[in-house]
């Protein structure tokens, strides 16, 4: 099967006033129809970035992108115009960001907003507009939806605000959704009506998803593949299960190891010491090796190469090679 | 609603009757009164004057004998036009200054948010570099500069337009721009930076992801967030225009309402002093009350009567 998106050896800077920084480091993603994919990572390591510059939704002018290209259905999308994106945008491609309460227009009734992205792409009367609307407002589980219709955002709480937003997104049924930390800012009851709405309307859709998140939970229950990122770099990709139960980068084993098991009460929690680096300050070698429990001294000082830990399983690491390294001595 | 109204309107009553007491002891702190004049009246004749406009009453007489006219609208006689109360002088220079005046406002509107607009869309280009600088100009240049300039070029270099009085349409052209140019700066510059700021939230960020266009997306989404501070200086502003000024009023001999802001006082004018003054202060509040009843229209989620809020 064809990949929907295909993102290869994507790197983007940003200008900023002290001076290039980059934030996506040599990034390549796969997404195929229908599947969900999850990547994770802490906070800045480039998640949303990422995804935004799938979209060309980052600032103009302040962004750049240094290399790589962006398959959608096998066509580039970076010489793409802002005209040519709008018409890819909405329609085969959409995103829901993740603070609901910041991401509606305050000054525009749901309807209103709804209607207006359904007015782009389809043919359709006033009336037509607000039933489809309702319908849609229905399917994300809000109740009474034709009220809903004509109220203001601040009128709604933030589980409704996300659903609204997942529908304005869903509204011309897109090929791919990218969920932005979708459920960061709700509380956990609602998180897990919201992820259930996305799970359903998926299953309808038939839409690829790409969920980004720092919550190792919320990508165990929904996807199939995840991207591990660090520092605007992937270190790890596989299945849910590889990552899970074989994890090979000693980063994903950090974040791992910091996860609470409730099946095992007696698991002492570790963290992992210290902090992402500075993005002005990156280190030469493997960005990782100031915190990394195995650093050796070629972590210091070259990029570490991308190592297959089993069919569809790869991470970026130096242990493997100088495992080799030290098999071949013995011999 | 009516609440609302009544409760504004009976503030405006109280702080109307402290800019009369406000200006009323002002103005007769100056030195010299309407009938002092360089060669001096005979002491029988200044004497009879002043008894006839009571201006030889103790001033507590004369204060307390003001506020009850202006109570019933009566703004008393002037002393410098014999013959005319204030009330006609309102009358009939009003109609002018306000003409003059609001089609000055339209102009710094329009070409103001316009401007504005487009700056902001194009941010640190030279389409924004050279409206900041056009509207830097406007802002520091002085209107009697702008005026000299305006007739020069237009009523003497190439004369297309008549350079002063008040006599049809043509008459408008000049004075009308003098008047607008500061505002249009100023709303420009203000239209900018909210524009700027509001181009910058999440919601536009939403819209751009749903392949919303840009003009829907300037118009539509961002210009209804960013016009409340516009709004808030439009009123004043529409106050201030609409009485006029003094300086395009006087180099465009134009009989507005304008020059009596000034004239009145060397004069020594008294009621036409604190009859244009609460005329004037009238008109602010009025303008204030118009801007807050529009912003709920801008903003849902702004009510004007806050106990109806939800």
Known sequence: MNPLLEVRHLSISFHTYRGLLEAVHDVSITVHPGETVGIVGESGCGKSVTSQAVMKLLPQGAAEYRTGEILWEGRDLLPLSESEMNGLRGRDMAMIFQDPMTSLNPVLTIGAQLCEGLALYQKLSKQEQRTRAAELLKAVGLTSPEKRLDQYPHQLSGGMRQRCLIAMALSCSPKLLFADEPTTALDVTTEAQVLDVLKKMQAELGMAVVLISHNLGVIAQMCRRIYVMYAGTVVEEGTAEDIFYRPAHPYTKGLLASLPDPSDREKVLTGIPGQAPDLFHMPKGCRFYRRCPQAMKACMEAEPPREEAGPGHHYTCWLAAAERRRGDGTH | ?310
């Open chain 2, 1 to 310: 609603m009516a609440i609302y109204l009544a409760k504004r309107l009976l503030g405006a009553c109280i702080v109307l009757w402290a800019v009369i007491t406000i200006t009323f002891g002002l103005m007769h702190a100056i030195p010299g009164g309407p009938f002092t004049q360089e060669k001096k009246l005979p002491p029988a004749v200044m004497a009879t004057v002043e008894a006839r406009y009571h201006l030889d009453e103790p001033l507590w007489n004369q204060y307390v004998d003001y506020v009850r006219h202006a109570a019933v609208l009566d703004l008393g006689p002037s002393y410098k036009y014999p013959g005319k109360t204030v009330n006609d002088i309102i009358a009939e220079t009003l109609p002018v200054s306000a003409e003059l005046g609001l089609i000055s406002l339209f102009l710094a509107i329009g070409a103001g948010v316009l401007a504005g607009m487009a700056a902001a869309w194009y941010k640190n280009t030279w389409v924004d570099y050279g409206m900041m600088i056009g509207a830097t100009l406007g802002v520091s240049v002085p209107s009697f500069i702008f005026a000299a300039v305006l007739i020069q070029l237009f009523a003497f270099t190439w004369p297309v337009l008549p350079a002063a009085l008040w006599k049809g349409p043509a008459y408008v052209i000049l004075p009308a721009l003098a008047l607008a140019a500061q505002p249009t700066a100023f709303i420009m510059r203000l239209t900018r930076s909210s524009l700027v700021d509001a181009l910058g939230q999440d919601y536009i960020r939403t819209a751009r992801s749903r392949g919303i266009g840009p003009w829907s997306l300037l118009y539509r989404h961002a210009l209804r967030n960013a016009l409340l501070p516009v709004v808030s200086y439009i009123g004043p502003l529409a106050a201030a225009l609409m009485t006029g000024s003094f300086i395009v009023e006087t180099i465009f001999a134009i009989p507005g309402l304008g020059r009596h802001f000034v004239t009145s006082i060397y004069n020594r004018d008294y009621t036409v002093i604190l009859g244009i003054t609460i005329f004037y202060s009238f008109l602010i509040m009025m303008m204030n009350l118009l801007v807050d009843l529009i912003y709920p229209l801008l903003d849902p989620r702004i009510t004007v009567d806050s106990r109806k809020e939800e």
